[in-house]
């Protein structure tokens, strides 16, 4: 079973990535690259702040896995 909460999956791919990918494995490994990709600059946005906000988080995921995920 394939977690859908778009309902989408057929047409879209897992969570609607960016590259409409459907195989789990290669679905992990773009992550991994779009994580990679990001964290340096997560890590400076996150270092410029005093205390950190819920604002703060959704930034940094989205900073994180936005070359991935719309």
Excluded: C, W
């Excluded at 959704?58 to 936005?66: D, G, I, V």
């Amino acid at each position: 079973m394939t977690f859908d909460p778009f309902g989408d999956f057929e047409a879209r791919g897992y969570l609607r990535n960016l590259a409409q990918e459907k195989d789990p494995a290669i679905v992990r490994r773009l992550e991994h690259a779009s994580f990679t990709t990001g964290i340096d600059e997560a890590f400076a946005a996150l270092q410029e702040e005093k205390a950190l906000t819920y604002a703060d988080v959704l930034n940094t995921h989205k900073t994180l896995f936005e070359a991935m995920y719309p």
